[in-house]
């Protein structure tokens, strides 16, 4: 007899015939190669004051929630951090996840279910697309970016309630939703709007508030957000950002925080940490698009309105290539293939970092515009400088 998994060896054949194989790749701790792969876009997961809150909240909590949030894997630190990441971000409320996936599962499943419907961006996170596949409402993907199609589709619908969710910054483009005509096309319907602002948070925004305050939808009463604590925060967990009857709910209802362990103090202090460095230091923000405006310029695409930089190239094994030339020249980046991206659509994903020096971005840049030249990748223009402008604060 065939053994039971033995489909797995022909699944592998064929993921790595078309180069989609992929495998783990440990970092070691120390100085390496100059990171444009993670999301540690303001550069706080090594900031000693991060790291500080981290230690000291070990130092009194332990290692671990040693429970679910409703037995005792809520501390005063949770609260803490609840409190002023709803203040930072303007909204009434905030609950603590032990991820951002799980935030938006608890969010999605929890506010639909059986007789509503949720409206889906094509082109949203795979934590949203997977809360849809548990909400047991009817789900209608619509075009990305499309207010339009949410309207018909809110229009449309035989449902008493409806949830539109969509990602305020692409993860894999970098493209921002158009949150102003989306809450319109809500509004008008009856909806409540969920934004995922993972990428958003640290970046867009006053002070990197969030693409949501950007637009002054912040605290809205038909409006949610959800955020990771592990990209521009440097920590990791997740959070929803909604009204306090909303959060309210959710302790209720949401069975990924009823079910799942606290997150962790260090994680939860680390985070707790960060965020009053954003808050002290808004030009993170600012700095951030900036260096994702002088990498976009290196490569030869268009200038990115978040620190996510996309370069297109195509072909998966083309973009496998160019990402270990770049890490052969001191270079990380991030190599986006299908299922993350669209068949023919592989690409180099860039993300700055509001940290880096001078000197590295330099190198960087004439890495990239190596590499790019030889697999053929964009267009690449004569150097664009790196130099920090006169009185930015560092």
Known sequence: MTHPLA???DRADARREAGLRRELRP????????????NDYLGLSTDPRVVAGGVDALHVWGAGSTGSRLVTGSTTLHADLERELAAFCGFGDALVFSSGYTANLGAVTALSGPGALVVSDAAAHASLVD??????????????????????????????????VTDSVGSADGDLAPLAELHRVCRAHGAVLLVDEAHGLGVRGPGGRGLLAEHGLAGADDVLATVTLSKALGSQGGAVLAPPGVTAHLVDAARSFIFDTGLNPAATGSALAALRVLAAEPWRAAEVLRVAGVLAAATGVPTPESAVVPVVLGDAGVAVAAAARCLEAGLRVGCF????????TSRLRLT??????????????????????????????????????RGTVR
Request: charged share 25%; aromatic share 2%.
């Open 7 to 9: 489909w797995l060896d």
């Open 27 to 38: 970092r070691a701790p120390g100085a390496g190669p100059i990171d444009l792969a993670g």
């Open 131 to 164: 809360a849809c596949r548990l909400s047991r409402a009817r789900v209608q993907v619509v075009a990305h970016n499309d207010p339009a199609a949410v309207g018909a589709a809110l229009a449309a619908r035989s449902e008493e309630r409806a949830l539109v």
């Open 337 to 344: 293939r299908p299922p993350s991206v669209p068949a023919g």
């Open 352 to 389: 700055a970092r509001a940290d880096l020096r001078d000197d590295e971005l330099e190198r960087a840049c004439d890495a990239l515009r190596r590499v790019l030249s030889e697999v053929g990748g964009p267009a690449v223009p004569p150097a664009a400088s790196a130099t920090r402008p």
